[in-house]
């Protein structure tokens, strides 16, 4: 299954990036063994419209663009399921096990994701009741990603 991180926003060079790229990296080189490919990471500028409502909706239109079609989409969202690692894992196994051939995980923008677009998710995932910057999230996102695969693969990383 082929995964894809779609961001609303732009990451710049430095710290944040290359922690973020070095998970992603990971999660590129273990995931191909267990029949996940990374495909990379999609920003998309936030949207400059005047409410909040017309910025998502905006955001939503950009990320259904960039979906493949018969992709499964899972977003990170504020009003998500807090779950374990291994739930995730389970998901995206379930999913793979399934035939879903594609699957973007999508990060919103400062506004948070389009309800209608919420409602077509395969899974709405939050990482807490906290506000994360969107730098965390991604790096969070990223190291959770390599968590998947070392759990769907056995591998020690993550050990109960």
Known sequence: M????????????????ELADRYLDRFAKSG??????FTGVVETPESRAQTAAERKREEAEKLRAQLASGAALILLDERGR???????????GTLRDGGQRNLVVAIGGPDGHD???RESAALVLSFGALTWPHQLVRIMLAEQLYRVATILSGHPY???
């Open 2 to 17: 082929k995964i894809a991180v779609h961001a609303v926003g732009r990451m710049k060079a430095g710290p944040d990036k």
């Open 32 to 37: 191909p063994a267990i029949g996940l490919e």
């Open 82 to 92: 807090n779950i374990s690692s291994e739930d995730f894992a389970g998901k995206i």
């Open 115 to 117: 309800a209608e677009l």
């Open 158 to 160: 993550h050990r109960s």
